[in-house]
């Protein structure tokens, strides 16, 4: 495939960062964010190589012969938009993807639709009424003759549910009734698809990560914050606004919180109405950040220390109790085993930690297109036992994580008052091991 000059400087620039994180070197400097001109020919040439050489893999590993993706304008299936040229706002009218498997494993795709898309769609229909669309879907498949068909509707992943019923009910009305009994769920490929990092897409991930972390430091420091003066409130509102002024979109609200000494609880997140909670000298800062570039996104929890006037550096208890979060976080990673489920990988984690005198409670969930991603789930802030499904998914080679949880300890400085060390950061397994895509937090965030 021949990659053009503003592609080649991307994966360069991307694989120097990765380079410097698998050696252990931190990072400073901010990535150059390309502009949403920039962005097409690296996330297009992206599209089509997953299209060519990963989707045939994937339609034999779920053993599909065809694969069907219906699309009604503004009422996308959310799948819609990762197989997609840019730039693609939404679906023209009904828009039907078609992937049929070839003899010679590889993937024959065009759209049964009013317009092409793109280069990558040729359209197999010269327009007409929608009655006629669905009778040319119909000849089109039975020229085909696919003995399983794959469409989208799952009853346990969101992500694999984007068929609508109304569209399902037009694609009955005009299937005849020998290739209606040839669908199936396509849920095992949707999720695969969805999990699955291609070369080039890990190539570029780490950037996307740095675009994240570095953010954060700005926010935690005194670029932005002022002891008795910011609030929770405006930190996250900062976080929230250069995110905006990058042109990276964040998934969710950022989200900024405090633990103090002499508070009650520091297991609860704490909320002071829309003003939020004002920082002082000597609490802790945490927060709770996503974005997402280049079609990849982020998850990313960092905390912060607010030095106070007769300290130069975070309390001992503090670094040491960093030092357990990252313990924990060994932890689970090193139970990372290609095949292992969620949930065993859960199981063994809380009895290492345990063993280790950790008491850990562990949330990890796939990334990728999106923040909350399809693949193995790993505990529940609310659950940490077995989760039924999304649990019992075994762990893939090259995919990606939020390696997120937090550990329990007794602070000496505070009289042994309880906190909690909330770590997040986006890794990737590539099957043997699991690589932090833009390093970890190991230190604390300092501010004076």
């Known amino acids: 495939m021949r990659l053009t000059l503003t592609l080649l400087l991307v994966f360069a620039a991307t694989q120097a960062f990765a380079n410097n994180y698998t050696q252990g070197r931190q990072i400073t400097e901010m990535p150059d964010v390309l502009s949403f001109k920039e962005r097409v020919e690296p996330l297009n040439t992206m599209v089509v190589d997953r299209l060519d050489n990963l989707l045939p893999k994937l339609m034999d590993e779920a053993d ?16 819609f938009y ?16 078609v992937f049929a498997r070839q003899a010679d494993g590889s993937v024959e795709r065009f759209s049964v639709s009013r317009y092409a898309i793109g280069d990558v769609y040729a359209t197999v ?15 089109v498949i039975a020229e085909r003759d696919p003995k399983r068909i794959g469409i989208n509707i799952s009853k346990d992943w969101a992500l694999a549910d984007g068929l609508s019923v109304g569209l399902h009910n037009q694609l009955l009305k005009y299937l005849p009734e020998k290739y209606q009994q040839r669908l199936v769920s396509a849920q095992d490929l949707v999720v695969r698809w969805l999990e699955t990092r ?69 297991k609860d997140d704490v909320f002071m109405g829309v003003y939020g909670r004002t920082v002082l000298p000597g609490d802790i800062i945490h927060t709770d950040v996503g974005i997402c570039y280049l079609n990849m996104c982020t998850d990313t929890q960092e905390m912060a220390y607010v030095l106070k006037m ?3 550096d975070a309390p001992q208890g503090l670094k040491d109790a960093m030092a357990v979060g990252n313990q924990w976080q060994d932890i689970l990673t090193g139970n990372f085993v290609t095949g292992h489920t969620g949930n065993e ?56 994580y939020a390696i997120e949880g937090n550990i329990s300890t007794q602070l000496p400085e505070w009289d042994n008052q309880w906190i909690q060390i909330k770590l997040e950061q986006s890794a990737v397994f590539d099957g043997e091991t699991v690589w932090y895509l833009a390093g970890r937090q190991t230190q604390w965030h300092l501010i004076r």
């Open 345 to 400: 990988i859960l199981a063994n984690t809380i009895k290492d930690s345990e063993s280790q005198g950790i008491i850990s409670s562990t949330y990890t969930h796939p990334l990728g297109f999106v923040g909350h991603a399809s693949g193995p789930t790993i505990g529940m802030w609310d659950n940490q036992g077995p989760t039924p499904i999304q649990g019992d998914w075994p762990l893939y080679p090259n995919t990606g």
């Open 198 to 266: 291609s070369e080039m897409e890990l190539n570029v991930y780490p950037q996307v990560v740095t675009i994240a972390r570095r953010v954060i430091a700005e926010a935690f420091s005194n670029k932005v914050i002022t002891p008795g003066v910011t609030t929770t409130q405006d930190i996250a509102w900062y976080l929230r606004e250069r995110f905006e002024e990058l042109q990276v979109r964040p998934w969710f609200q950022p989200y900024v919180n405090i633990q103090r000494q002499g508070d009650k609880t520091t």
């Open 64 to 79: 599909l012969d065809m694969w069907l993706v219906i699309n009604r304008e503004y009422g996308e299936d959310r799948l």
């Open 125 to 139: 229909w010269d327009g007409g009424t929608k009655e006629q669309q669905w009778q040319r879907l119909a000849e």
């Open 310 to 312: 007769d300290e130069t």
């Open 82 to 97: 990762t197989l997609v040229p840019q730039p693609t706002f939404a679906a023209r009218r009904t828009t039907i993807l």
